[in-house]
């Protein structure tokens, strides 16, 4: 019986009756998150629960809102020249990080060169910056070979590799390992002593933090802290994780497995929202530097296969208010939305795709799906895949584990029989997904990408071409044609767009939407 089965079974029986609701600790919010926090570096890994981990510790120069335009954060504000070649930005007075150090120029320097090493947006602008200059503490100088018009949006970058700033010390490592040493400016430290992964993390509030004035919107405007403390406590298992929140054990479950909320919903102590109105893309990536996917036919014959609806019903569920089907790798609903041609390309068709297998020059390598047991929305996609790859004639082996240990793997790039992978499934933000600038999905930079290692060296140009277009059409029509043709050579299969909705106990109030689950803002009712 797969763990779907089984929630659908335990969602079906009343959860064991919560004892009388326990009064929350007035200074400290206790919150369930999505995974184990198993990577603290939020630059060297694009995991969404390493970067949620992010947003409490470090902060940004820059910050977008809820209709993504950007905003000063930790800068007072820029000056552009008239040629459009030099940024001038000046720091707000008197920021401070954890370590007690100010935040300097230089600091913001480093950590942006570090973020540029590794973030597909980040590496468009290094591409032009001829020089970073501090001429004193509080301002930095970027000085570009052309103009970049879309720099704020690269420093305002919501998801996905944010531009956190830390102290140059730390941003001066290697970007091509993670980082230990977790030092932010942000309106919550780290506490390293009541960090153990697969169970619990804790942050406390950080008094020096100076927030802004305006309105908190997504991670833009003022971070307010009020709880003295935050402690995640890292439960795995939904049910588990539904009864501490019907007891209440706990504050916040970012998360909930959908099958368990008309449980939850009984309670009257507990509420629910959409998290983020924008959605989530659930996606495929398959390793196209070993044998099998590294060839482009037989990643071809997984596309004409896929049905997006039995992905989503298995993650999901059966409820369609919460998914839909998206054949585009731009996020259904915003600018770039090409569902018709993907529906082209997907046409779900499993003896089609046998066909293709036998004429795919296909020689019985076996195929090594990595899926998480501990994740409730991307196992189901895991198990899913493999059965119908199965079907279609691949040898599959199916190797679960926890989440921290599918992140940590997907790194490597060595054959399957070395420890290596050919298949791994992930969800990420409309947000973070949105355009060629910021969406891994739909780029080609090979050995310098992402996961997949998808190499496209005309799909680069492309890129480019979309950022010097000279008006919004010719830009829409750029990204959709990206957006095809990395379809088209099955850089990411994607699976459907769904909405998470969270939930929480009635005795706070302040959550925030928006991709990440924010921190600030959040106080007792």
Known sequence: MRRRTLLQAAALAPLARPALAQPAKAATLRFIPQANLSALDPIWTTATVTTGHGYYVYDTLYAADSNLRPHPQRAEGHEVSADGRTWRIKLRDGLVFHDGEPVRARDCIASL??????????????????????PDDRTIE??????????????????????????????????????????????YRFVK???????????????????RSEPASWASGGKVAHFERVEWNVIPDPSTAAAAMQRGEADWWERPFNDLLPVLMRESSLSSMIADPSGRLAIMRMNCLQPPFDNEKIRQ????????????????????????????????????????????????????????????????????????????????LGQITADLLQKIGFKVDLQESDWGT???????????????????????????????????????????????????????????EWLAAPDEATQTRIAKEIATDALQDVGTIPLGQFFIRTVYNKRITGLLQGPYPYPWHVQPA
């Not at 060169?113 to 501090?134: E, F, I, T």
Request: glycine share 10%.
């Open 113 to 134: 060169q570090r973020w540029g090493k590794r973030d597909s947006m980040g590496q468009l602008l290094a591409a032009v910056v001829a020089d970073w200059r501090a």
């Open 142 to 187: 970027i000085v570009l070979s052309r103009p970049f018009p879309l720099l704020l949006d690269a420093l305002a970058k919501p998801d996905a590799s944010v531009p956190f700033i830390m102290p140059e010390r730390i941003a001066s490592m290697d970007a091509m390992k993670p980082i230990t040493e977790v030092v932010g400016s942000g309106p």
């Open 193 to 211: 002593d009541e960090y153990v992964s697969g169970a619990r993390v804790g942050y406390a509030k950080f008094d020096r933090y100076k927030p």
């Open 301 to 380: 014959v997984v596309r004409v296969a896929v049905n997006q609806e039995d992905y989503m019903r298995a993650a999901i569920g059966d409820d369609i208010k919460l998914w839909r089907t998206c054949h585009s790798l731009f996020p259904c609903g915003l600018p770039y939305d090409d569902d018709a041609a993907g529906k082209k390309l997907m046409p779900a068709n499993l003896e089609l795709a046998k066909k293709m297998l036998g004429e795919s020059g296909y020689a019985g390598q076996t195929v090594v799906v990595i899926n998480p047991t501990d994740y409730p929305v991307i196992g189901p």
């Open 406 to 464: 599918v992140v940590q793997r997907r790194t490597s790039r060595e054959p399957v029989d070395k420890g290596g992978w050919s298949i791994f499934h992930t969800t990420g933000s409309a947000s973070g997904w949105s355009n060629p600038a910021v969406a891994e999905t739909v780029r080609g930079r090979g050995a310098k990408g992402w996961f997949g290692w998808w190499s496209s060296p005309a799909q680069e140009q492309r890129v480019q």
